[in-house]
């Protein structure tokens, strides 16, 4: 009896008219303007994913096709809401067979006019309270990040992103977080066997180390995913990855500021908090 799960492959991305007024968002869709976030990266990723989960006789879709079928996603998530233009969350699949999918459902406003703002940041942001006006409004409201109170071990579900996702529904039931998919401002903060920590939910994450300070995130050999937007930033210098034991659980700080980042809302900053808000 086969006991593996079933699952499809996932990429989230994000369709927005103001992606078209982003240079960078361009020119990662080989210098045509695109209102869907790194698109192009959401392809390489499932091809990438596809190849780690063995499937080597899975025909490839071509871009094109992924980007018909988000089109169609977009058009009919519009009819239905009566509107010829509002932000939406993109996802989509690819199954065994090569088949490829794609809904969209309506998604939050970008907090300015750049989703990668934050990560630009050289504010040495420890050094800030909750309240400074330092931190720009275009960053949005700060996330609380939790940290889990039992390792995730590391396997080939943590490091490519599909619809068998136990393992992330636990960590969010430890703290008592609404399930995935539910709105919500805190997430938990992953950590492996090892204790070095890889991921939240359903976002990747940068720490602020060194002088002068640099985000760090954790490297692939954590078992992370390996998420675009994660991508983007390596390739532009943005974040950095850690060296080995650089990011520890037992070496978080309460308080301390982190940088998140997904295919969906780009960059955001939080705070770690230890125990939950009262």
């Known amino acids: 009896m086969d006991l593996s799960p079933h699952f499809v492959l996932l990429s989230s991305s994000r369709h927005d008219a103001a992606l078209l007024r982003s240079p960078w968002n361009t020119a990662a869709n080989a210098g045509v303007e695109s209102p869907y976030l790194l698109l192009r990266y959401h392809y390489d990723r499932l091809l990438d994913a596809a190849r780690a989960h063995g499937w080597t006789d899975t025909p490839n879709p071509s871009f094109d096709d992924l980007e018909r079928i988000c089109d169609d996603a977009v058009r009919q998530a519009?009819?239905?809401a009566h509107?010829?233009?509002?932000?939406?969350?993109?996802?989509?699949?690819?199954?065994?067979?090569g088949g490829v999918a794609a809904t969209a459902s309506p998604t939050a406003a970008l907090s300015g006019p750049d989703p990668a703002a934050a990560s630009a940041s050289t504010v040495d942001c420890n050094v800030?309270?909750?309240?400074?006006?330092?931190?720009p409004a275009s960053y949005?409201?700060?996330?609380?990040?939790?940290?889990?109170?039992?390792p995730t071990p590391p396997d080939i579900f943590t490091s490519t992103k599909t619809t068998h996702r136990p393992q992330y529904n636990a960590a969010r039931e430890r703290l008592k977080l609404p399930p995935l998919g539910t709105p919500s401002n805190a997430d938990v903060l992953l950590y492996n066997t090892a204790g070095e920590l890889t991921e939240t939910s359903i976002r990747n994450i940068a720490f602020l180390r060194g002088s002068p300070p640099k985000w760090v995130t954790p490297r692939a050999e954590t078992g992370c995913l390996?998420?675009?937007m994660r991508r983007w930033l390596l390739e532009q210098g943005r974040v950095i990855e850690a060296k080995g034991g650089e990011l520890m659980r037992d070496d978080l700080v309460d308080g301390e500021y982190v940088l998140t980042f997904n295919g969906v809302e780009?960059?955001?900053?939080?705070?770690?908090?230890?125990?939950?808000?009262?």
């Not at 509107?83 to 067979?97: E, F, G, S, V, W």
């Not at 949005?140 to 039992?150: F, K, V």
């Open 78 to 80: 519009l009819a239905v």
């Open 83 to 97: 509107t010829q233009d509002m932000p939406l969350k993109l996802r989509i699949t690819l199954d065994r067979a």
């Open 128 to 135: 800030l309270s909750p309240a400074d006006t330092a931190l």
């Open 140 to 150: 949005g409201p700060l996330l609380i990040i939790r940290p889990d109170l039992e």
């Open 226 to 228: 390996p998420g675009v």
């Open 266 to 278: 780009g960059c955001r900053l939080g705070r770690i908090a230890f125990t939950a808000a009262p």
